[in-house]
């Protein structure tokens, strides 16, 4: 069955770096477009953050445009989001997801990124 794992996060300064990580298995990984999602406050609708293709083209939302990066190492089948000047309204708890979600519902546990001095 499809499992992803998140982590890398955790509580960091606003202005500082985490870099989140996604590992996924059960899926022939290098075929999907996959994304980042991050929700907050628990129960509120995930908003979409990043998408990285099958083919390595990405897209971010505005408000993380400059200061994050997605990419993917098919290899490894591991997504990353790498997060730059924090800042404390990017606090939630991030997933990551094939774009618009699996039709069985899956989501994994997520890592929790908190900024805040």
């Known amino acids: 069955q499809v499992q992803f794992v998140e982590s890398g996060g955790g509580l960091v300064q606003p202005g500082g770096s985490l870099r989140l990580s996604c590992a996924a298995s059960g899926i022939i990984f290098k075929l999907y477009n996959m994304a980042w999602y991050r929700q907050t406050p628990p129960g509120k609708q995930r908003e979409l953050v990043a998408?990285?293709?099958?083919?390595?083209?990405?897209d971010l939302v505005d408000s993380v445009q400059g200061r994050f990066t997605i990419y993917r190492d098919n290899d490894k089948n591991t997504v990353y989001l790498q997060m730059n000047s924090l800042k404390p309204e990017d606090t939630a708890v991030y997933y990551c997801?094939?774009?618009?979600?699996?039709?069985?519902?899956?989501w994994g546990q997520g890592t929790q990124v908190t900024v805040s001095s």
């Open positions: 997801n094939v774009p618009g979600g699996l039709a069985n519902g899956y």
């Open positions: 998408v990285v293709t099958s083919r390595g083209s990405t």
